[in-house]
């Protein structure tokens, strides 16, 4: 699962649960959380320059595709909490890295969820697996430091 060592998140976005979001108890729906960590991922990119086009593919024709998802719940979020979503980029394959996300509530400071995504970068004519560009490599190997894994 994502790791649990805040101090190798350099990215904190912070929002707060809506009352659309949770259930008929007050809690917040479990996929909702997947939503949580897609918004952490957008601020991340944004954070380190990226812009997404209204195609939804990234500037510079970075075109990521979610490959798999794990999510493991530790607590329960309530309508009107004030979450801060942490992401960072834990390793970078050929043409894949992974996410990984800790979303804590910030006024408790409990940890809610840890959440790994894979993402693939897909060639925009063919939808086949294409090598990470360099510039998004290197943005990544900057902002992260020695806490990104380079897998060969």
């Given at each position: 699962?994502?790791?649990?060592?805040?101090?190798?998140?350099?990215h904190?976005?912070?929002?707060?649960?809506?009352?659309?979001?949770?259930?008929?108890?007050?809690?917040?729906h479990?996929?909702?959380?997947?939503?949580?960590?897609?918004?952490?991922?957008?601020?991340?990119?944004?954070?380190?320059?990226?812009?997404m086009?209204?195609?939804g593919?990234?500037?510079r024709?970075?075109?990521?595709?979610?490959?798999?998802?794990?999510?493991?719940?530790?607590?329960?979020?309530?309508?009107?909490?004030?979450?801060?979503?942490?992401?960072?980029?834990?390793?970078?394959?050929?043409?894949?890295?992974?996410?990984?996300?800790?979303?804590f509530?910030?006024?408790?400071?409990?940890?809610?969820?840890?959440?790994?995504?894979?993402?693939?970068?897909?060639?925009?004519?063919?939808?086949k697996?294409?090598?990470?560009?360099?510039?998004?490599?290197?943005?990544?190997?900057?902002?992260?430091?020695k806490?990104?894994?380079?897998?060969?």
């Open positions: 699962m994502a790791d649990t060592d805040i101090k190798k998140y350099k904190k976005y912070q929002l707060r649960v809506r009352n659309f979001q949770v259930d008929s108890q007050g809690i917040v479990n996929a909702i959380y997947l939503e949580y960590c897609e918004i952490g991922r957008v601020e991340y990119a944004r954070n380190l320059g990226i812009q086009l209204p195609t593919i990234f500037d024709r970075v075109m990521l595709n979610v490959k798999r998802n794990e999510i493991d719940y530790e607590s329960a979020a309530m309508v009107d909490d004030l979450l801060d979503i942490y992401t960072r980029i834990s390793y970078i394959k050929n043409s894949s890295f992974c996410f990984e996300h800790l979303i509530n910030a006024e408790t400071n409990k940890l809610l969820v840890t959440q790994k995504s894979i993402q693939v970068n897909l060639n925009s004519n063919t939808n697996p294409e090598r990470l560009p360099d510039h998004l490599r290197k943005v990544i190997i900057d902002f992260e430091g806490d990104v894994e380079l897998i060969s």
